[in-house]
């Protein structure tokens, strides 16, 4: 079988061996100082000031929106646009907190919602905040969306739990919003078994994050903010590690999660260069066949794959491949939740009825298949096959 994930996480054996040491002289394994060293590691990599590392990624939707929520800067009831083509916990938190959820429909050849999308789409029904996701490792002209939401006052939010390390002419994807977040689950580019961050240049917006993230307590912060937060709110000393200022939750990694990270991010560079040249690979395969929708994502300077889609022009080559996959040993699945309009849980929360035409032609004549950077030579070449053959 060629799985989709063939690791709990990258170089498992070499990492477990020294998590084993790691946790044998850990005088502590909750949130701690690993943790912390992730955060300034993380943020270094992604090029943004500031990380909050919390337990997921759907945590790190959930609490984005909330500190915003908490700050002031969102209130319940604003309208908050989102990809019709994602996963469930980017949507779901914008319904839980009270906020409008209003899908955009995407692209057919990158997945991702287009600057064209968007701006039809704000002008029939304008919204407050944009929850884009940049998805499978791919974007549509992010910058020009960025450019259009900085002028009609959109708040830019990117769910980047896809997406680490690709790059948009040189730029980060997770660097064109306010804030964007990550999913260190198992399979993405980088795993902590579980895990996710917030990432922002936002000073205010860390701070929040820090005091959201844990019981809306202030322990997470700096002393001097610690005490203005006190003073302001006339707490005393006994009070001061039991004062609750904002709505919060308890996302906390940690030691476990962080040691891993640290040491995942030595390996992320190389996990992103094996992505992106096996993504060329099938891409080509993909080219040869006329089956397929070809994909266009030139404008990418660098492809962080998370998986690689195959969408069918029609229902019946899409039926002929799935089974030749699944004859030929290869996990495939949909891609990620398909359109979300269509998910049970986004029908009973919404009685509007939205028609997503590409996010719908996708959830129904497309599949994804493995790359992960642990393929062997031999299953690329397999996959490499499969896809340009013509069945
Ligand atoms: C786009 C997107 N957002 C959010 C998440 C949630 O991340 P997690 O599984 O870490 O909760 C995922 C998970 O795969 C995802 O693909």
């Known amino acids: 079988m060629i799985r989709l994930i063939k690791s709990t996480f990258y170089k498992e054996q070499k990492v477990k061996a020294e998590l084993i040491e790691f946790i044998t002289s850990a005088s502590k394994l909750s949130m701690g100082s690993e943790c912390f060293k992730f955060e300034d590691n993380f943020s270094k990599f992604q090029g943004r000031r500031f990380t909050c590392f919390v337990n997921s990624g759907s945590s790190a939707n959930l609490l984005l929106l909330q500190s915003l929520l908490n700050l002031g800067k969102i209130k319940k009831g604003d309208t908050v646009a989102f990809s019709s083509l994602t996963w469930s916990t980017n ?10 959820p209003v899908p955009i429909d995407v692209s057919i050849t990158n997945l991702n919602v287009t600057s064209e999308n968007l701006i039809s789409s704000f002008n029939e029904n304008p919204f407050k905040v944009f929850f884009i996701t940049n998805l499978l490792g791919f974007c549509a002209d992010l910058d020009k969306i960025k450019q259009f ?12 739990c896809e997406s680490l390390g690709s790059e948009l002419r040189n730029e980060k994807l ?16 980088l795993s902590t078994i ?7 240049n936002d ?19 700096s002393n001097e903010e610690r005490n203005v937060l006190a003073k302001k709110n006339k707490i005393d000393s006994f009070y001061d590690d039991y004062s609750f200022y904002e709505l919060g939750f308890n996302f906390r990694p940690n030691e476990i999660s962080g040691f891993i990270g640290n040491h995942q991010l030595l390996y992320l560079s190389e996990i992103v260069d094996l992505r992106e040249r096996t993504f060329k690979l099938f891409h080509q395969a993909s080219c040869q066949n006329k089956n397929l929708i070809t994909l266009d994502v030139k404008h990418l300077s660098t492809i962080s794959n998370f998986a690689f889609p195959m969408i069918f022009e029609s229902k019946s080559a899409f039926i002929k491949y799935r089974d030749a996959f699944l004859k030929n040993k290869v996990e495939i699945r949909p891609i990620v939740g398909g359109d ?9 929360t919404n009685d509007k009825k939205y028609k997503m035409k590409n996010a719908n032609i996708i ?3 497309g599949f994804y298949i493995p790359n992960n950077p642990e393929l062997t030579k031999e299953e690329i070449e397999t996959l490499a096959n499969l896809i340009s053959s013509d069945i």
């Open 203 to 221: 000073e205010e917006l860390s701070r929040m994050l820090k005091i959201t993230r844990a019981h809306g307590w202030s322990r997470n912060i």
């Open 340 to 348: 979300i309009t269509q998910q049970p849980f986004f029908k009973k």
């Open 174 to 189: 997770g660097n064109f919003g306010l804030a964007s977040t990550s999913s260190f689950f198992v399979g993405h580019h």
């Open 194 to 200: 579980e895990g996710g961050a917030v990432s922002t």
């Open 363 to 365: 959830h129904d004549k």
């Open 149 to 160: 939401c900085d002028e009609r006052n959109v708040m830019l939010l990117e769910d980047n």
């Open 91 to 100: 949507v779901m938190p914008i319904i839980q907190l009270g906020l409008k």
